[in-house]
């Protein structure tokens, strides 16, 4: 006889068993990222604004950056320069997420978009892209550049296909594809299954805004998120070390230095003498701020570039070690002598520098203007220490004004142009307002322009090395001090594949432990 | 009461014009060039001609007062422009945005009235030394400033009790403890200010008298000295949404709350001009608006002031 509630209750449990049986075969891997800011942009002319992380996983670049920041292939699959003609072949095979073909008539439309933007980014010669065949381009650039290849690592110049709502509907070629955007809360994107390349070990990807760093890492300790993607020092500071924030960090890229004004009109022209920037760079404790500052993994510098970065090499630079007698003995032959007071004075003029912490903002130096406050003190030095915790008071007040001596600044060539930070922060015709105070004149002008328009890698390479000698050793333009890696925080269990450029730290590739 | 409406919206033109110049003043005025900032973070080697291009399509070429002026003529209107760092218009970010700071103002205000009646009148009633304690409370809970509160409520409940979480979705019940945040310090103040009037008004002949008839407390409190008081409280209720508003920017950055705080907050960093100027007008005209309902609040809870205002 048919007992239905007996018949029930077995195929309920069946389904049960089922379920259990494959749930942790079918199981999606979902990851949330904490990241300070929504900085996703919808509007159509300036769509380069759209693509920095989190967005960055929506759409892809031609080249990406590999372990020495030089381009490899992505959708590019090789290029070639010569006549200040690039020639590009593409990548075969690869379909944008709604399924249009990547090929020479799309690559073009994609780059044509640039124009579209009034920061003509890669300036490229719109009027010189070609198709050559199914697969293959060429263009050149609008300054006779040798360099956009390199720029193209950067993640504005990913190509979109083409969309009738870029804001709301993006087309990419990556693994991902835009589910929701909530505009200040969060960005979800989930696994696009027609991916040309290797699928991501993660499903979905959840990008929270969360913009105060103690709120950060509470959620995280908490498990509300599984990784935070911008780590300050303070949260490295109060991290816990019981083992439940696990730091996961990059190779040092990024600088704190001390910018010298070269071009300051009195009381801020103290600095050009030579002699006083050299004793400010004796009189700096390297090795015991690396082991205050960022839980001690910063290590002390001998420039503002990375070694390992474009194979600049360690050699080209010498660096300044701690010997406060050397740098005091300095200050003597340059005639600063110590007053009663303890600090030095010369023709009746007080040894008093001002020096402005603010970029990016204070907050991601500190201890560290207090400390060489002490130090500068201890060879007599006096410091009119200014600390400004944001970027537009530093420009407008201290910076573009040239109304300081010193500007410490923690930041970092993020882009794969060798040239980009050297040229913007240490030329007179630098287009960054400020920091024609920081330029140390025109051999560095003439090194640095020739460096942007030859014509080789070798040669781009050679100059920037020279140039970045006479900024931090010869000229001193820039003390240089600490080198800081890149760092993530995660929870227990997981690892992060780091990356030196922030930007390409791909969160879609966390590998899950457990 | 027409003629008073109508003669509190005109008073208010001036005082709008002159909130919406120093708004813009304000901004204009202040340091950092959000072209250079959005050049830089963005990592752009850019040309004088690029940089050009970008000021004037953000308007940043043209001196101050022209400026203000475009501006002035498109704010009547309720068009404030683009966001230079969303690409949306100003109005979908406020429109976006407003709503949820509502909510918690909203919310914190009633936790914050609820609170100030059940302090004051405890403090009222309660002997001397209670009282006294309670005073004291409601000091210690005006003195911590809101960041703070929020980090020990965020400790207690959802580090050690896990009742709650820190960064949810905006659904209601993640609005709980930001509203909290705010409500306490707030209601602490309002709680004062129900005490010393209800201890003032309970020193009245009327209240003597309603005493000397034989009536219990809660029917005196209720029916004599409620109405009394109802006009002030709801003009400082009315001070204090305002004053929630702004103290929300803080409570929403920390709990992760998509409000204006976290708008204005990005925008300050960013100098997204169009944004701040409409924030800073937005927040005078709801300051404008909840001022003028708790003046009608207390014309009607007034009967001579109604009188007055209806010619008799």
């Known amino acids: 006889m048919f007992q239905p509630r007996k018949a029930a209750t077995i195929a309920a449990a069946a389904c049960l068993a089922l379920t259990t049986t494959i749930g942790p075969a079918l199981a999606e891997t979902s990851l949330t990222v904490a990241v300070k800011r929504d900085r996703y942009s919808v509007d159509e002319t300036k769509f380069t604004f759209t693509t920095r992380r989190p967005a960055a996983q929506i759409v892809e670049t031609g080249v990406k950056p ?12 090789s290029w070639d320069y010569s006549d200040k003609t690039y020639t590009v072949t593409l990548r075969e095979g690869v379909t944008f997420s ?8 799309t690559a073009i439309a994609a780059m044509k978009l640039y124009d579209q933007g009034k920061s003509d980014f890669l300036q490229i010669d719109q009027d010189s892209l070609r198709k050559l065949g199914e697969y293959q381009i060429s263009f050149a650039s609008e300054k006779g550049s040798a360099l956009v290849i390199e720029n193209m690592t950067h993640r504005a110049t990913s190509l979109f296909g083409p969309s009738d709502n870029r804001a709301e509907n993006p087309i990419g070629t990556v693994p991902y594809v835009l589910e929701s955007y909530e505009p200040k809360q969060q960005i979800t994107v989930v696994r696009n299954e027609n991916y040309w390349g290797e699928a991501p070990n993660v499903d979905r990807l959840t990008f929270r805004f969360i913009g105060d760093d103690n709120a950060r890492l509470l959620a995280l300790q908490n498990g509300e998120i599984d990784v935070i993607g911008e780590v300050t020092p303070q949260m490295m500071l109060s991290m816990p070390k019981d083992g439940s924030v696990v730091l996961h960090e990059s190779r040092p890229i990024r600088y704190v230095a001390l910018l010298a004004n070269l071009n300051g009109t009195a009381p801020f022209d103290i600095v ?14 390297r090795e015991t701020i690396a082991s205050v500052l960022f839980d001690g993994r910063g290590v002390p510098a001998k420039g503002i570039l990375p070694g390992w970065m ?33 600090i030095r004075e010369k023709d009746g003029r007080k040894l008093s520098l001002r020096l402005v912490a603010a970029y990016p903002n204070v907050s991601t130096v500190k201890p560290l203007p207090e400390m060489l406050e002490q130090m500068f003190a201890a060879i007599g030095v006096d410091i009119d220490l200014i600390e400004v915790d944001d970027s537009g008071v530093y420009g407008s007040t201290y910076l573009d004004t040239g109304e300081a001596d010193l500007y410490m600044e923690f930041a970092s060539n993020n882009n794969t142009d060798p040239t980009y930070l050297l040229y913007n922060l240490f030329t007179s015709t630098t287009a960054w307002g400020g920091y024609k105070f920081t330029a140390p004149g025109p051999h ?62 791909d969160f879609g590739r966390v590998t899950f432990e457990n | 009461m027409l003629r008073f409406i109508l003669i509190r919206l005109a008073t208010a033109i001036p005082t709008l014009l002159g909130m919406s110049f120093v708004a813009f003043a304000i901004v204009a005025l202040a340091p950092g060039d959000p072209v250079m900032m959005e050049l830089r973070a963005m990592g752009i080697v850019p040309e004088p001609e690029d940089i050009a291009a970008l000021k004037a399509q953000f308007g940043l070429d043209k001196a101050f007062l022209p400026r203000y002026l475009e501006w002035l003529s498109r704010a009547i209107r309720f068009e404030f422009g683009t966001s ?71 400790h207690a409940f959802v580090l050690q009790l896990g009742w709650a979480r820190l960064v949810g979705d905006g659904s209601a019940w993640d609005l709980v403890l930001p509203a909290l945040t705010l409500s306490l310090g707030a209601g602490a103040a309002l709680g004062r200010v129900v005490f010393e ?20 407390p809660l029917p005196i409190m209720l029916g004599h000295i409620a109405p009394r008081i ?11 949404f305002g004053g929630l508003l702004g103290g929300a920017v803080i409570v929403e950055s920390i709990f992760g709350w998509p409000g204006l705080g976290q708008l204005i907050l990005q925008a300050i960093s960013q100098r997204d001009f169009p944004v701040i100027q409409a924030y800073l007008v937005f927040m005078g005209l709801i300051f404008f608006v909840t001022s003028l309902l708790a003046d009608i609040v207390v014309v009607l809870a007034d009967p001579q002031l109604r009188r007055r205002l209806n010619g008799d």
């Open chain 2, 84 to 154: 230079v760092a969303t690409g949306r218009s100003v109005l979908s970010e406020i429109a976006i945005h407003l709503p949820a700071t509502l909510a918690l103002a909203g919310s914190a205000l009633v936790g914050a009235v609820i609170i100030s009646l059940a302090l004051g009148t405890l403090a009222v009633t309660s002997n001397n030394v209670a009282g006294a304690g309670l005073r004291g409370f409601t000091i210690l809970l005006v003195s911590i400033p809101s960041f703070w509160m929020a980090l020990l409520l965020i």
């Open chain 1, 98 to 105: 709604d399924g249009t073909a990547i090929n020479a008539d």
């Open chain 2, 230 to 240: 109802i006009g002030p409280l709801v003009t400082a209720w009315a001070n204090t």
């Open chain 2, 197 to 216: 009037r209800v201890r003032a008004e309970k020193s009245e002949d009327y209240v003597r008298l309603a005493i000397a008839k034989g009536l219990k």
């Open chain 1, 310 to 342: 474009f194979n600049l090499g360690d050699d080209h630079t010498d660096g300044f070690g701690y010997d406060p007698a050397k740098a005091g003995a300095m200050l003597d032959e340059a005639g600063w002598t110590m007053g009663s007071d303890g």
């Open chain 1, 66 to 77: 590999d372990e020495n920041f030089l381009p490899s292939p992505l959708l590019f699959e």
């Open chain 1, 272 to 285: 050009q003498d030579y002699q006083v920037r050299q004793a400010l760079a004796w009189a700096i404790d």
């Open chain 1, 444 to 505: 560095v002008d003439q090194m640095l322009s020739q460096a942007r328009s030859a014509q080789t890698r070798e040669e781009v390479i050679e100059l920037v090395r020279q140039a970045h000698r006479a900024i931090v050793q010869d000229d001193l333009a820039a003390i240089p001090i600490l080198m800081v890696p890149n760092f993530t925080l995660s929870r227990p269990g997981l690892q992060v594949p780091m990356s030196e450029y922030a930007d390409w730290i």
